[in-house]
């Protein structure tokens, strides 16, 4: 199954949790502006450039880019649980190249306490990187964005209004490399960033 149809399911999915949802409906936002994404496939991928009997690397560090989002969207009270319906941005960023990313998921976080303040409960959505560059010997590398999707567990714990946020998944998306122009003395670049991998945010969560 590839990831447009993965997306189309996670999107479907959405409305039958709404639906069966009853109780207060909160504006909700989350703002996760700490994280760290690791990619197994990408750490140590090279692009190699010759020059003369000199040859240069450029290593890619897949054991650490950053990864923050920020989202809005609503909160459903359903008794035993939180039913929450979220989208928003955010970006990922490793050495030599930055971008944005637009994020949507949905979620059930259940009570762990009689008043609600500590939840903790799974959620899945959709991840679209944004097009981008990587800048490498001078030459300009364009990253076009393959979306895909990601999902894992949420904790929340505060107060009515706002509570600590952490959470911890894996995301499945990538970039395709390439470049207009051949340079005389490329040897090797890779074709495709594959950033796949387990990623974990701490940050705030608003609901009101």
Request: net charge negative; with cysteine.
């Amino acid at each position: 199954m590839n990831r447009t149809k993965l997306i189309l399911l996670v999107l479907a999915g959405l409305i039958p949790v709404v639906g069966v949802a009853e109780g207060p409906v909160k504006f909700r936002a989350e703002l996760k502006p700490l994280g760290g994404l690791i990619s197994p496939d990408i750490d140590g991928k090279e692009a190699r450039y010759s020059s003369g009997l000199t040859t240069y690397t450029e290593t890619f560090d897949g054991s650490g880019s950053y990864y923050g989002t920020a989202q809005v969207g609503i909160e459903v009270d359903a008794k035993i649980c939180y039913i929450d319906v979220l989208a928003g941005g955010g970006g990922v960023a490793n050495g030599g190249f930055a971008g944005g990313l637009f994020t949507g998921d949905v979620g059930c976080r259940f009570k762990l306490n009689e008043a609600g303040t500590l939840a903790l409960g799974p959620y899945i959505g959709v991840v679209v990187p944004g097009d981008t560059e990587w800048e490498v010997f001078d030459e300009t590398l364009e990253l076009s964005g393959n979306s895909g999707v990601q999902g894992g567990i949420k904790l929340t714990a505060g107060w009515e209004h706002i509570n600590f946020l952490l959470q911890a998944g894996y995301a499945d998306f990538s970039y395709d490399v390439t470049r207009e122009d051949i340079t005389v003395g490329w040897n090797y670049y890779p074709d495709e960033l594959d950033m796949s991998g387990f990623f974990g945010q701490f940050g705030v969560s608003l609901q009101f």
